[in-house]
């Protein structure tokens, strides 16, 4: 499998997005979905492979980290959360412990924790 297209960090959108929930307002859906996608990207490349499964419904979901190898269905590990979670814990806005506390991420599996790979280091 080839590694994921380099995508620019999303920047000026990652910004615009988090200055909305920081106000409280609703970001615009366009900011938001290039926000996730960039971010979920630059984790792809950071943390390469494909035994966890993280979703951001609606806009993306990337496949990460060594191990068993997923090839149909379901993975063995997966971790799925709203745009606003996936983007906070990208840029360390809150850590991924307690994320799952709070009820914000829903991680199943082996390998489902993901707090050594984030925040994402570009």
């Given at each position: 499998m080839s590694p994921p297209a380099r995508?620019?960090?999303?920047?000026?959108?990652?910004?615009?997005?988090?200055?909305?929930?920081?106000d409280g307002s609703t970001p615009d859906r366009d900011d938001e979905r290039a926000a996730v996608k960039g971010t979920l990207a630059e984790l792809a490349r950071h943390v390469p492979g494909r035994s966890?499964?993280?979703?951001v419904p609606p806009y993306s979901a990337v496949?990460?980290?060594g191990g068993s190898i997923h090839r149909r269905g379901t993975p063995s590990?997966?971790?799925?959360?709203?745009?606003r979670t996936w983007l906070e814990?990208?840029?360390g806005e809150v850590s991924f412990a307690a994320a799952v506390a709070?009820?914000?991420?829903?991680?199943?599996g082996?390998?489902?924790?993901?707090?050594q790979y984030l925040p994402i280091q570009r």
């Open positions: 995508e620019a960090w999303p920047v000026e959108e990652l910004a615009r997005v988090l200055a909305a929930y920081a966890v499964e993280v979703r496949q990460v980290v590990a997966v971790v799925e959360m709203n745009a814990l990208a840029t709070a009820g914000r991420v829903l991680a199943s082996e390998r489902s924790d993901l707090s």
